[in-house]
């Protein structure tokens, strides 16, 4: 009974410590600040299947894997904001800006174009006569000629006979002054001066020859003819420009031309001379429209006194608009906006002092030089992403926030319960409510981006044999391919989305191409992957190819890559896990 009293008195003392230690879950709720709470919402999701999702841990149920815990909106994020990673934003090259700070250069109206002849000034040395050319005294293009200036010496049956012809009427002028006059008139029709005729008619003479002089002064463009050759009354012998005046020549987007009238002061930089500038105003607007370039010809006169400006040389206008200084235009870089062809959104740094962005969509203006004027969605003072940009959207989507291609938010690239596994594995990516459009552009240019892919899939496959050397290699083709890339075949939104693609991928391709290291390649490889997978699916290249993705790439945060083929290789881990991950999304 002593025994038993003993054990009685011992389980008594258990329960009293056991209640004070690990009961009053309120109190210590109160003393833990809430982390219960926290730990109660805790999710645990599957690495490979994201779309397996549940409250505690244990093995997903398709692959067996461990589940692992979801990281927690900590930080009092709203559910459309998403954090990054320090290293990440290093990676990507972040760059933000605060909208409203453009001063007025940023606001200029920038083009292109080449130096012109001045077409008012243009003349076209011509034959008035017929014959064979004996001599030519002007041997190339380029050369300066003054008027009066000997050009040829023309052989002229006709020519000979009218000469004849002044000799007789020479002596008969008493008599008959209108024969005389007429003949003389005519050598004059045909260019020969008074002291030619004189002398002429004072040595009664006949010259096999003449000579033919330059009517204007100024530099030869263009000789249309060589030695020996017959030519005919009224035909052409020199084209001459007078460079005193030149033309700039410069070609403006359909979207421009409301922002130009004539008499618009001109800042000109020649190529040639980047440390001077020339100052005109608009002298012309072409009324019409080039259908094949959709754009139209704007001309500015230029003082070329000093001969400098050579027809040809390529140059750059800036154009300042009226209302360019003026504080009520709030605008922001081209390179923070992405487009999604009925959508312009941007990415907003929410938080100053921490990587926190979130998705905004915005009504643009006009756009002036690289800057797009805001409309309505921001606000003066708000931080935006001007680099980087389609690394941060790619981030959105694969933080199931609201993006580009989602508009409102959810899991990015993941299966559906209650698919089969084909459906699973085939899922698009995008928000069918709100799907991407397709652009519209030139085969030629489709015939570009395929070049441009199928350097990307030699990367990839030097990648998944672990050799550095050709991905070196092949990621300079591509920034060949790149670079040979006819951007004139691509107009308007294209245009826009094009320029902010090319600029990420040929970052992430020249990063390949200066590194050695498969590791670094590899980190590359992931943002090359994510902006050739938004340019095909924008411009498509008439070929189907397959997104796959690997959970485990990247430190566990995932990534995708391109494939001709539903067999999966993976170029993040090469042999070490050559058949990890799963197709995600075909384009078609």
């Not at 008493?174 to 005519?186: D, I, M």
């Not at 907003?348 to 002092?353: A, I, R, Y």
């Not at 805001?374 to 992403?385: A, F, R, T, Y």
């Not at 902010?500 to 992957?529: C, G, V």
Request: with cysteine; aromatic share 6%.
């Amino acid at each position: 009974m002593k025994q038993y009293a003993i054990y009685s008195g011992i389980l008594v003392i258990g329960l009293l410590l056991g209640w004070l230690l690990f009961g009053n879950p309120k109190d210590t709720s109160a003393n833990d600040n809430g982390r219960d709470v926290t730990a109660s919402q805790q999710m645990w999701i599957c690495s490979m299947h994201p779309q397996i999702m549940q409250p505690e841990p244990g093995d997903c149920p398709i692959c067996g894997m461990d589940l692992i815990p979801v990281e927690s909106e900590a930080g009092g994020l709203t559910p459309d904001q998403f954090r990054l990673t320090p290293n990440a934003m290093a990676l990507a090259n972040i760059q933000t800006t605060t909208v409203g700070q453009v001063v007025g250069e940023e606001m200029a109206i920038k083009l292109s174009g080449k130096i012109g002849a001045n077409e008012q000034a243009n003349t076209v040395q011509v034959s008035y006569m017929s014959g064979r050319i004996e001599k030519l005294h002007v041997a190339f293009n380029g050369e300066v000629v003054r008027k009066g200036q000997l050009l040829a010496t023309v052989y002229s049956p006709e020519l000979y006979a009218a000469q004849q012809e002044l000799i007789t009427a020479a002596s008969l002028k008493e008599s008959q002054p209108e024969l005389y006059k007429a003949v003389r008139n005519k050598l004059k029709i045909w260019k020969l001066t008074d002291d030619q005729i004189n002398q002429i008619e004072k040595t009664g003479e006949v010259k096999e020859n003449i000579a033919v002089y330059a009517t204007v002064s100024g530099t030869v463009t263009e000789k249309l003819v060589e030695e020996g050759d017959y030519i005919k009354q009224g035909q052409a012998l020199f084209k001459i420009a007078n460079l005193s005046t030149v033309w700039a020549n410069f070609d403006v987007y359909e979207y421009q031309i409301n922002a130009l009238k004539q008499g618009q002061e001109v800042v000109i930089i020649a190529n040639a001379y980047p440390n001077r500038t020339f100052k005109g105003t608009v002298d012309f607007i072409d009324p019409v429209l080039n259908t094949a370039s959709r754009t139209v010809t704007l001309r500015v006169e230029l003082n070329n006194q000093e001969d400098i400006l050579k027809p040809g040389m390529f140059v750059s206008a800036k154009i300042r608009r009226p209302n360019a200084l003026t504080n009520d235009i709030m605008s922001i870089p081209s390179s923070a906006v992405l487009w999604t062809g009925e959508r312009s959104v941007v990415y907003l740094k929410t938080d100053p002092n921490a990587p926190v962005f979130e998705m905004k969509e915005v009504i643009l203006g006009t756009q002036t030089g690289e800057h797009y004027e805001v409309l309505q969605g921001l606000s003066p003072g708000d931080e935006i992403v001007i680099n980087g940009t389609f690394t941060i959207d790619a981030a959105a989507q694969l933080q199931g926030k609201k993006s580009m291609m989602n508009r409102s938010g959810g899991a990015f690239m993941t299966g559906h319960e209650g698919h089969t596994d084909h459906e699973k594995s085939s899922a698009i990516t995008e928000d069918h409510s709100h799907p991407m459009k397709r652009l519209d552009v030139s085969p030629v240019f489709q015939k570009h981006l395929k070049d441009i892919y199928e350097d990307y899939i030699n990367i990839k496959n030097a990648l998944i044999k672990d050799d550095t050397e050709k991905a070196l290699d092949n990621a300079n083709r591509m920034l060949e391919s790149l670079n040979g890339t006819d951007i004139s075949l691509v107009k308007d939104d294209a245009l826009r989305q094009w320029t902010s693609l090319e600029k990420e991928i040929k970052l992430a391709a020249r990063a390949i191409s200066m590194s050695n290291e498969i590791k670094t390649q590899r980190a590359q490889f992931k943002p090359l992957s994510e902006h050739l997978i938004k340019a095909l699916e924008l411009f498509g290249i008439n070929e189907k190819v397959y997104v796959e993705y690997c959970p485990m790439a990247d430190n566990n945060k995932g990534a995708y890559w391109l494939s001709k083929e539903e067999k999966l290789l993976n170029p993040y881990f090469g042999d070490a896990m050559l058949k990890c991950g799963e197709i995600r999304q075909v384009i078609e």
